[in-house]
């Protein structure tokens, strides 16, 4: 498994931006698939986002297309989420989350799909 660690979380107001970044260890980087994901105060965690494993392709969750982009730099084991336009709604702990599955299925993708997790990083956007 890869060891992730998130940052870049803070507070913004709507319509800010913020960038998070994951860096992970071990010298596999590019073989792991990998998703951003959030989980809210009472609800269950949700996808967010996902990149292949060279970057090429992307998918993402309706409520965040558009003012998401999912991107990673392979040389550096690390994955971006930025983050444009927040809204209120999008408060929540954000984690990223690695798989090493080999098959691309695009749409949405389940957490039961990724054994390895960040601890989270908090996102806070006010009206």
């Known amino acids: 498994q890869v060891q992730l660690v998130e940052s870049g979380g803070g507070s913004v107001q709507a319509g800010g931006s913020l960038r998070l970044s994951c860096v992970a260890s071990?010298?596999?980087?590019?073989?792991?698939?990998l998703g951003w994901f959030r989980q809210a105060p009472g609800k269950e965690r949700e996808f967010v986002a996902v990149i292949s494993w060279n970057g090429g392709r992307t998918s993402y969750a309706d409520s965040v297309k558009d003012r998401f982009t999912v991107s990673r730099d392979n040389a550096k084991s690390t994955v971006y989420l930025q983050m444009n336009n927040l809204k209120p709604e999008d408060s929540a702990v954000y984690y990223c989350a690695a798989t090493p599955v080999t098959r691309w299925h695009g749409s949405s993708w389940s957490i039961r799909e990724f054994g390895s997790w960040g601890q989270g990083t908090q996102v806070t956007v006010s009206s």
């Open positions: 071990g010298r596999t980087f590019s073989r792991y698939l």
